[in-house]
């Protein structure tokens, strides 16, 4: 049963960031609307969810839009949580101003995306400005900080095996961005998902598209062309020609089923699951979108 879901609320955002899996930038398409919101909101109740989270793209990027979901979601005694790359948070006198309305809102969490990727410092960036303000105001603050991926080697002596160490999931930009330089492994090494609860999601993405994703970039339905309710209730996994192979054995499955997209070694479980997705998007777009997650316009 769903517990959560996750508005990409846009997919526009200031910055491109080389770690981005959804390749958001200011050029790309897709916001919701708020009569979207509210319907979206409403079949996410019917399957029982407990808790919205507002993320993008940028969704201060749309601040009035922002601001009338989490009021819908509080008279409906959602959770209200936010991730922001805080690039509003100029001092703190601004960043007062927009976290003022949040405090009468009322959140559950503000999660501010605060390391390199985002910013030169810091310890002195916009993040770091908002997030001291919001514990300032009371509000439940949390920071996201996302190392950049270096090489350690694993064990000890001269048979020490390469490693990627970091926080960063290869998938979306940082495939195109990220992955050059580092270690790769066997395609046959990934044999399990390790990001996502394929079997049973306790939470979904859902775009402005309308589309339903266990993973961004996978659909399993859209809410504008079927309820949520229903898709919850049609899914079968295993049938899903995506998401059946890698139960049975992870993206090594997959590539084995659909070929491999390129050479045989890669750097992560993401990494060639992504790939083998993009190479799969025109034999099942109804799966595999929008185009724009994987960088294609």
């Not at 491109?16 to 930038?25: N, R, V």
């Not at 200011?26 to 109740?45: L, N, Y």
């Not at 990027?61 to 991730?83: D, G, H, Q, S, W």
């Not at 899903?240 to 054995?249: F, Q, R």
Request: hydrophobic share 35%.
């Amino acid at each position: 049963m769903l517990k959560g879901l996750h508005f990409l609320l846009t997919y526009q955002c200031l910055y491109e960031c080389d770690h981005c899996f959804l390749y958001c930038g200011p050029r790309m398409e897709g916001t919701f609307t708020i009569e979207q919101i509210e319907k979206a909101i409403v079949q996410g109740i019917e399957t029982g969810i407990e808790s919205i989270y507002i993320e993008g793209g940028e969704p201060f990027l749309y601040y009035p839009l922002m601001l009338e979901t989490l009021r819908v979601a509080k008279k409906l005694n959602l959770e209200r949580c936010i991730v922001t790359n805080c690039y509003w948070a100029n001092s703190e006198r601004d960043a007062e101003l927009w976290l003022e309305p949040l405090v009468e809102i009322g959140i559950d969490d503000l999660s501010v995306s605060n390391d390199e990727f985002h910013s030169d410092d810091p310890e002195h960036s916009p993040a770091a400005i908002a997030y001291k303000v919001a514990k300032k105001l009371g509000l439940p603050a949390g920071s996201i900080c996302l190392s950049k991926p270096v090489v350690v080697i694993k064990g000890k002596g001269r048979k020490g095996e390469p490693v990627v160490s970091g926080d960063v999931v290869f998938k979306g930009r940082a495939v195109d961005k990220l992955t050059e330089g580092l270690p790769r492994r066997k395609f046959d090494c990934f044999t399990e998902c390790t990001q996502e609860d394929l079997q049973n999601p306790s939470r979904v993405h859902l775009d402005p598209f309308g589309e339903v994703m266990v993973c961004q970039g996978l659909s399993i339905g859209n809410i504008w062309k079927k309820p949520l309710a229903r898709i919850m209730a049609d899914y079968a996994p295993h049938k899903h020609p995506i998401i059946g192979p890698l139960l049975k054995g992870g993206p090594a499955e997959l590539a084995r089923v659909y070929g491999l997209p390129e050479g045989d070694s890669y750097v992560s479980e993401c990494h060639l699951c992504y790939l083998i997705r993009k190479k799969l998007i025109d034999q099942f777009p109804e799966y595999l979108c929008p185009k724009q997650v994987y960088g294609i316009s």
